[in-house]
């Protein structure tokens, strides 16, 4: 996780998250601030930032933890 | 991020104070996806857990406080209970895979039990012939096909008993 001005970049690997559940993560926290999801050849890239810049970094926190358990949930990233 | 905990090999656990934040380097090797999974869905409630692979055999794991603050005695615990919880769901995963054609087995034969008997209807339809069926001691023979009466004597079964000398009576006895 890297934090730049006001935006966070996150790097959510492949073989550890599944694709559908970050849509899905960011689908479910758009409300709370602008997403821009791009894809790398082992990660997919999100840079994000809060409505409220100071709640950028726990937005990604939530976002990440929320993917996450979607991940779990689907069994895994594939 | 700096190691600081002298009871945990150098390398493996560092923490960073300013994002109440702790990472964890495991051997991807010795604890298998999911139960690195399991250990991380069971804290996500209790912080935020980011996965990450900095190599392809090992995979980090960055814990981070959910009040923003944090001590290194408080990281260090957080860190360890999940260690501790990582080796539980990773030994919970080896007996699952060590029974998995028992639990297959006794799944099958729970929902096969739970379909219930066949109703006579669904034995009357079913169809025996499609089976090749090795029956060495006629069990599947009805009792009639096995005790039943014998069929009626034939013509050559007639001829014979007429060629057979009569039973003597017991009149007919002759002395030695």
Redesign the interface.
């Known amino acids: 996780m890297t934090e730049a001005s006001i935006y966070i970049d996150l790097r959510f690997a492949r073989d550890l998250y599944a694709g559908p559940a970050i849509d899905e993560a960011i689908k479910v926290f758009a409300r709370f601030g602008e997403f821009h999801l791009s894809e790398a050849p082992d990660a997919w890239c999100l840079r994000l930032r809060a409505l409220r810049p100071a709640m950028t970094r726990r937005l990604a926190h939530e976002l990440a933890n929320y993917a996450l358990g979607l991940t779990v949930q689907r069994g895994g990233a594939t | 991020m700096q190691s600081a905990y002298p009871d945990i090999p150098p390398g493996l656990v560092a923490h960073d104070l300013t994002a109440a934040a702790v990472q964890l380097q495991l051997d991807a090797t010795l604890y298998p ?2 139960a690195i ?2 250990a ?2 069971i804290f ?1 409630d209790r912080c ?6 900095p190599r392809p055999e090992q ?1 980090r794991v ?1 814990l ?1 406080a ?1 009040g923003g603050q944090a001590d290194p005695g408080a990281l260090r615990a957080l860190v360890g209970e999940f260690a501790n919880e990582l080796l539980s769901c990773a030994w919970r995963h080896q007996v699952t895979l060590d029974n998995r054609v028992l639990l297959e087995t006794v799944t099958m034969q729970a929902i096969a039990g739970a379909m219930g008997q066949p109703s006579l209807d669904d034995l009357a339809s079913f169809d025996f012939s499609d089976q090749g069926f090795d029956d060495p001691l006629g069990i599947a023979l009805s009792w009639e096909e096995k005790h039943g009466k014998k069929a009626p004597a034939t013509a050559v079964t007639t001829d014979t008993a007429a060629t057979e000398p009569a039973a003597a009576t017991p009149g007919e006895e002759s002395a030695p």
């Open positions: 996806l999911q999974y399991g991380a869905y996500i935020y857990v980011f996965l990450d692979r995979v960055v981070t959910k």
